[in-house]
């Protein structure tokens, strides 16, 4: 059971830990879970489209349903929101969605999302690992039945009601990176009225042979078929469609703090309330909540941190700078798909870039970005204990204003500037992020951050 662990979005692995007998050691630690907590309604058990993703699923399928649960599987291979939204739309017990993300092919992985919709937090999860144990079976006739269901077509009837917008002058390429969106994200848009460009939008397990993380480096192709095609907008998904990627004419591909201020600026211009945004996040959205009377709530990293602050705070919209957003009328799951047409919407009422023209010289310019550095798990505790010794008094020749402690080290500069140390929660690194007012400044606070963790590595 040693090799079973959750994190910040339940446990992957490569698969040489991740095998079927410990999936189906999950599968029983899920329906104890949701027996002793007096659960009966049906279990939603969802896959993305990598190739070992639909047999772990019907391993899983298998031991819920071996539990006595009726378990629902999905048509095909599908995002992880649509399998959020189901779970709130059909009033399940819960979900297992098999899913390694961004990951690259040869990982994949399992996470449990409650019966609410929004990720799980710690006590639930902490809940599962402690009841990790072989799976035991009801006799065949105790057991649930197993079904196919559509959960494509509910979710998609939701996004329309929910945004309502006609995209009928718009053209929109969408890349899929080979995942789970395809079909779903595309569709949708289409179904808007948005003329639709396709890229990678066939299945390929392998993803092309790269991560499917919707990042600059990996959507090269995305800006280029903008061109070629006179594109108001670009869109991507990652692997399971759970984050989004933008593209602009002028911008290009998109960094998702701006994505973010873009859209919550968009949203107030109809509805009023606050952001949930995540420690790694823009300053920039505390700039457009304070025009408009709102306030901005931070959390740690990770969307259950984001999730909750939404449910606690009536939140319009959450996010973090990976690129999950959600917003208010929504489960409080992070969402590309609905995104993808979100951000349709408000190219359509204004462009994307003379908007974001628009926010920077209202509330002034942002650079962000982050780097990594090497760090097993194990020693992540040790480094972020012996950080707290080591800091110092100035970072890249600005005085510390003030430290928040919220997840890792946040060093607050005089000048509005910041940098963020922390434990990566999916992979053996630290993260070190940073936001300025230029490119330079945040080479040189990055450049200042690596210096302070290496040595302690």
């Known amino acids: 059971m040693d090799e079973i662990s959750f994190g910040t979005d339940g446990w992957r692995a490569t ?10 050691v999950v599968g029983q630690a899920v329906a104890d879970y949701l027996a002793d907590e007096g ?73 449990f999302i409650p019966s609410d919709g929004a990720p799980a937090l710690p006590d639930v999860t902490d809940a599962v690992a402690e009841r990790l144990a072989e799976p035991d079976l009801l006799p065949e006739s105790e057991r649930g039945t197993i079904e196919r269901v559509d959960v494509v077509s509910p979710h998609a009837d939701h996004a329309m009601d929910l945004v309502g917008d006609d995209l009928s002058d718009l053209t929109v390429v ?29 299945r390929d397990a392998d993803f092309g042979g790269i991560s499917p993380e919707p990042s600059a480096e990996n959507l090269g192709g995305l800006a280029e078929a903008m061109a070629e095609h006179d594109a108001d907008l670009g869109v991507a998904n990652d692997g399971d469609a759970d984050r989004i990627g933008i593209a602009t004419p002028d911008r290009g591909v998109l960094d998702e703090n701006l994505f973010f201020a873009a859209v919550y600026d968009y949203l107030l211009e109809s509805d009023a309330g606050p952001a949930i945004r995540t420690v790694s996040t823009t300053f920039l959205i505390d700039r ?28 319009l919209m959450g996010g973090e700078e990976s690129g999950g957003f959600s917003v208010r009328g929504h489960v409080r799951e992070k ?63 600005r005085d510390i204003a003030k430290v928040v402690t919220l997840d890792g080290f946040k060093l607050l500069l005089e000048d509005g500037s910041w940098l963020l140390v922390r434990p990566s929660g ?32």
Request: hydrophobic residues 45%; contains cysteine.
């Open 335 to 397: 969402d590309g798909v609905l995104m993808g047409l979100l951000a349709a919407a408000a190219t359509a009422e204004e462009d994307f870039d003379a908007r974001l023209d628009r926010i920077e010289a209202e509330h002034g310019e942002i650079v962000a970005d982050k780097i990594s550095v090497a760090c097993p798990d194990s020693e992540k505790a040790r480094v972020i204990d012996e950080l707290e010794d080591v800091l110092p008094e100035t970072v890249a020749g």
């Open 174 to 202: 969408y890349d899929a990176m080979h995942g789970s969106g395809r079909g779903v994200t595309d569709a949708l848009l289409e179904a808007a009225g948005a003329e639709v460009v396709r890229l990678r939008c066939e």
């Open 15 to 24: 698969l040489d830990t991740f095998t079927d007998d410990r999936v189906r």
């Open 288 to 315: 457009i909540a304070e025009a408009h009377g709102e306030e901005v709530f931070e959390t740690a990293v990770g969307f259950k941190w984001v999730a909750d602050g939404m449910r606690e705070h009536d939140a």
């Open 39 to 111: 659960f009966t309604a049906p279990v939603l058990v969802g896959y993305d489209a990598r190739e070992t993703s639909p047999g772990f699923a019907e391993s899983l399928a298998e031991v819920v349903a071996g539990n006595g649960f009726d378990v629902l599987l999905p048509e095909r291979d599908c995002p992880t929101p649509l399998v959020a939204y189901a779970i709130a739309e059909r009033g399940l017990s819960g979900a297992l969605m098999v899913t390694a993300s961004h990951n690259p092919p040869e990982y994949n992985g399992v996470k």
């Open 426 to 457: 999916t992979e053996p690194k630290m993260r070190v992020y940073a936001e300025a007012g230029s490119e330079d400044a945040v080479s040189a606070l990055l450049e200042a951050g690596r210096e302070l963790v290496e040595p302690l590595v």
